[in-house]
Structure formats: structure tokens, C-alpha cells
């Protein structure tokens, strides 16, 4: 398998990588503009054009576009993150130009009908509602609202109602006016696929398009806080965040090893102590999420009310004692998490074209496999021991909790104790 890079001369990027016991692709385009790249008036609008996206082109209704991917068996769909929105379709190998013809269209000829607009904004505004009754999901908005205040990236991607219902049919076109030029687009497939023909159909859809020179995202700061809300639920909701490295930062697999070991699976520090050992949780996991110039190792559980207080100081314990005694087992077995969780995913070709797009978009270039096996392989047991010190007593903190949550300790009193 091999990756093919070609950059068009107004600035757009297509990456491939050829698959060859494949008869199916992956395709999409990645576009350098989620939540992040919003101004506050703007928050949810990145969301709301990929809804809309699908509602009729100067082309396609929004059932042609439907029916032209499933016509031949196909599966299209979108998604926004905080710094990028993909469009994407997984087709058989043959059927690839029609994938891109559609994507294209979509992205590039929205025609934003008014009826279409309003209809959307109805279903947006159920999804907001919807998320606001999934204690396990909203938390974690709360949470990135706390590590980044008064920041693009802590603001949530679906946006707050008011301003949904606020979006007008020119706030959408100014948007992609501002943000999807080709100089921020990258055109990813993987599969069975062919670069140089695959090339030429960007050439001759894409070609024309001047580019943007879109302004950068600003430039976030990891302050943290405290936020709770007190509400009747079944269960009493935590989430901790914490400061750690970036993409770029060559600590990264440290980072991400460092919270396979301490809540990556049910072997894991956090899962043995707290459910199995104490049994006070039913759920709990850490994870290390990582964007272009800052990073977030995560600790979420749900538990009783009434262990509450006694579930957040032990997992304050658990990461202070991880400094001190991670072992070579533990260490060699979240490498061996990693590693299998990286390359098991990229048996499909979605993760591979994913992958593709990010990796372009983040480094510039795409990483052999190899390489990031190879950096995975080098993290030792004093680099993690070294990382957790950090995480349990230097990291700035955040941290959100949702539902009986009276009997929780403050952040402060949580700060104390990881100083002690």
C-alpha cells in the first residue's frame, strides 16, 4: 500500500492510498473549518451548514443525493468536529467518481432553500435538546467549556439555541465563503482506488476555485475550572480534564499511553480500583484527546451519589500513585493497546482515508504506519512515570460534574490533595 500526495496549483490536496485487496473506497473531503474557526455570533454554524449540505444542491435534491450513493449500494454522511468538517461515502471501487461527484456538489453548490433552512433548524434544535438529556454526552461540552473559557475551541459544536435559531440563509453562504476555499480542503480516498484518475476528476471539479487564505484558528490556552449542575438523576456524573500535549508534541504517544494504563480498558488502573477493587463506579475511563496546538487527558466516571466524593479523591490517589510505581507490564501492555487499536482500524479503508486527511492537515505530510509504531514502541515506563507526575500535580485542571452532586468535593479541595 502506498500513498500518492498531489497538490492542485490553488492549494487543494488529494491523498490516496491504494488498498489492492479491496473492491470498495473510501472518499471524502476534510475542510479545515469546525467549531474553533467560529466567531461567537457564529457558534453552531459549522454544524448547521454540514446538516444542510445534504438538503438540495443546484443539482440534486436532497433525496437525489440520497439516492444517487445508494443507488449503487453506497453509505454517505458528514460529521463536525472543533477543527475540521468531512464530508465522506464509502462505494465499490468503480462507483468512486460518482462518490466524489456528489461529495463535491454538495459541498461546493448548496443551494440553502429557505423551507429546507427552517425544516433543519427544527431537527438541530431537537439534537441540542437531545444531548441535553444525555448527562454522559453534555458533560463533556461543560467540560471543554471549563479548560478553554471564553475560547472558540470551549465553545460545544452544536451551538446554543438561540443563536441555531438566529442562523439565516447569508450567514450560511458567508461561512463557506470564509472558510471553504480549496486552500483548506483536502480530498482523501483509500481503497481501491486510483490516484492519477482520482487527480484529474479534482483537477477538472475543483481547478477553478480561487483560494481563500482563510484565517487561522485562535490560538487556545487550557485556564480550567469548576462547573455543576445540580440535578435529580439516577447517578451523580464527574469529568476531570487536564492539560497535555498537542498533536505535534513529541509527547503525544507518552500522553496517550500514560491514559491506556491508567483508564484505556478494563485491565487498567482506574477500572481495577475503582469498580473492580471498591466498586465505586460502574463506568469509568481515561482518554488523551489531542488538537493542533493543545491537549486534553480526560477522566470521566458515573457513580451513587453517595460515593461521589469518595470516587474522585481515590482517582486524585490512583494518578499520584502512577508517578511512583507504573510498571513495565502496564506500560508494555497499553503500547500493545495502542498499537493493535491503531492498526486493527486501519484494516478499514473509512479509518485509512480519515487518517489520510488528518495526518496531512496536522503534520503536512502522512506518517507511515511504521512510524508511528515505531514512536509508540519508544515510550519507556519512566516516560509515562515522568507524564503522570505531571498530570498529578502540575497539569492545569477542569473539571464538570452533572446531576446529586451536592456532596462533591470543590476542584480546589481536588487540587489540594494532588498537591499534598
Not at 454544524?47 to 449503487?72: C, N, P, W, Y
Not at 454522511?77 to 461529495?103: F, K, W
Not at 439534537?127 to 453534555?138: F, K, N, S
Not at 485491565?267 to 484527546?289: D, H, N, P, V, W
Amino acid at each position: 500500500m502506498t500513498v500518492e500526495l498531489h497538490t492542485l496549483s490553488n492549494g487543494l490536496r488529494i491523498v490516496t492510498e491504494r488498498m489492492p485487496a479491496l473492491q470498495s473506497a473510501a472518499i471524502g473531503l476534510w475542510v479545515l473549518a469546525g467549531g474553533r474557526h467560529e466567531r461567537p455570533e457564529q457558534n453552531g454554524i459549522a454544524h448547521f451548514l454540514e446538516h444542510m449540505a445534504f438538503k438540495g444542491t443546484a443539482r440534486r435534491s436532497a433525496l437525489q443525493i440520497a439516492e444517487a450513493i445508494e443507488d449503487v449500494g453506497g453509505y454517505i454522511n458528514a460529521y463536525t468536529s472543533r477543527e475540521v468538517t468531512a464530508y465522506y461515502a464509502r462505494v465499490l471501487g468503480q462507483d468512486v467518481p460518482l462518490a466524489l461527484d456528489v461529495i463535491a456538489d454538495i459541498v461546493l453548490n448548496p443551494v440553502f432553500d429557505p423551507r429546507e433552512l427552517e425544516m433543519e433548524r427544527g431537527v438541530i434544535l431537537s439534537e441540542i435538546g437531545q444531548a441535553l438529556d444525555t448527562p454522559d454526552d453534555i458533560i463533556f461540552d461543560w467540560l471543554q467549556e471549563q479548560a478553554y473559557p471564553d475560547q472558540p475551541l470551549g465553545r460545544t459544536i452544536l451551538g446554543p439555541a438561540e443563536k441555531v435559531q438566529a442562523f439565516s440563509r447569508d450567514d450560511l453562504a458567508g461561512f463557506v465563503t470564509e472558510h471553504y476555499g480549496p486552500d483548506q480542503l483536502v480530498l482523501s480516498a483509500a481503497g481501491d482506488v486510483d490516484h492519477e484518475a482520482l487527480v484529474r476528476e479534482a483537477e477538472r471539479i475543483f481547478g477553478h476555485l480561487e483560494p481563500r487564505n482563510a484565517a487561522g484558528a485562535v490560538q487556545a490556552a487550557f485556564r480550567g475550572g469548576e462547573f455543576r449542575k445540580q440535578k435529580k438523576l439516577e447517578q451523580a456524573h464527574i469529568a476531570l480534564a487536564f492539560e497535555s500535549p498537542d498533536y505535534t508534541d513529541p509527547m503525544i504517544h507518552t500522553a496517550q499511553v500514560y491514559s491506556v494504563a491508567l483508564g484505556g480498558g478494563m485491565s487498567s488502573r482506574l477500572f481495577q480500583q475503582l469498580r473492580e477493587k471498591m466498586g465505586l463506579c460502574y463506568t469509568i475511563f481515561a482518554q488523551a484527546g489531542a488538537y493542533s496546538d493543545t491537549g486534553m487527558m480526560t477522566v470521566y466516571a458515573g457513580t451513587s451519589p453517595d460515593k461521589l466524593r469518595e470516587l474522585s479523591e481515590v482517582t486524585i490517589d490512583e494518578m499520584k500513585r502512577a508517578a511512583d510505581d507504573m510498571t513495565d507490564e502496564e506500560v508494555a501492555r497499553a503500547r500493545a493497546q495502542m498499537k493493535a487499536g491503531l492498526l486493527m482500524g486501519l484494516e478499514s479503508p473509512s479509518a485509512r482515508a480519515e487518517r489520510l486527511a488528518r495526518m496531512l492537515q496536522i503534520w503536512g505530510r502522512v506518517p507511515d504506519v511504521e512510524e508511528a509504531v515505531e514512536r509508540i514502541d519508544a515510550v519507556t515506563t519512566g516516560d509515562v512515570r515522568a507524564f503522570a507526575a505531571r498530570m498529578a500535580s502540575e497539569a492545569p485542571a477542569a473539571m464538570a460534574l452533572y446531576g446529586p452532586v451536592k456532596g462533591a468535593p470543590r476542584l480546589e479541595a481536588l487540587q489540594r490533595r494532588r498537591a499534598a
